[in-house]
């Protein structure tokens, strides 16, 4: 197969680099607004649907296409999939964020806005979003950490080429 020669490799960085900044500063976000403490049941509803809001308009997309990107590295440049141990390792802690993020965050999410939008004021007490909260602001914590541990792990590629 033909590999990008090194001006492609710049441009297919550089998209990769700002989908991973959407992906990150989506979730940091998202994070940081959990710490809110909304006065008002309409004042959660609101926190929770920019929150939602951010999930799909930043974090959805970057991690969908930092992930595309990261297939085009694979099949068009010497990276490849698994020839590095680094690339091994981002491959499995990237697909668990988003399997975590799908399956386990945003329907903790999504039942939070709901219970919020039915009862308003009464969600402030309500025991359901209090550990949803709770439950959702540290795993979006862990995810944007482990995000910047990728980050990081992308800059040192610290282990060397799998042995053959």
Known sequence: M???N???IKVLKTIHLL????WVTGVLAMATLYLLKPKSGDELYMVLNIILFIDWVFVIPGAILTVVVGVIYGFFTNWGFFKYRWITVKWIVAILIILAGTFYYSPLLEQSLEIADQTRDAALDNPVIATNTIQT???????????IILVVISVFKPWKKKKK
């Open 2 to 4: 033909k590999k990008l």
């Open 6 to 8: 090194s001006k492609g």
């Open 19 to 22: 989908l991973v900044m959407m």
């Open 137 to 147: 602001l540290i795993s979006s914590s862990i995810q944007g950490l482990a995000l």
